[in-house]
């Protein structure tokens, strides 16, 4: 987060990626009252404290700004197996999913599969990478989960 002053009683306010996804997930959870503050400082201090106390009120601080699926993607090699894995995706947002993932709503799941799909990892051959598979797809579907 990075805050400037840009005149006597307001401030300039830019957040990454990250921290607006956060943001978003925490007060999709809850219903933060709105506040009025006055300066950098005060605002800075106030989402701080109002973050951090609600971070740890949750019954899992580690999901604070969410958490992937817990399917196993390694295990879909075939198509009735990948079926299989939808299922287990399915019944994991269904039981705590729509809380705890990073990406619980269609809108940021999608976000998160296509830039996910987009970027490349480095330490493997571009071939290797554009090469289909059942475990391919359900590796997408799980990071597009958790993905920030």
Known sequence: MEIQSVGKDVAQVRLSRAEVLAIRNITERVDLVPFELRGPQQIFERLAAQFGALADSLDHPSWATGRATHADPERATTRDEFGEFLRAVLADFAESGH??????????????????ALARVIDRAAEEQEVASWALFAGLIVTATGYE
């Open 99 to 116: 809380r705890e993932w990073e990406n619980n709503t269609l809108e940021r799941f999608l976000d998160g599969l296509s830039a996910f």
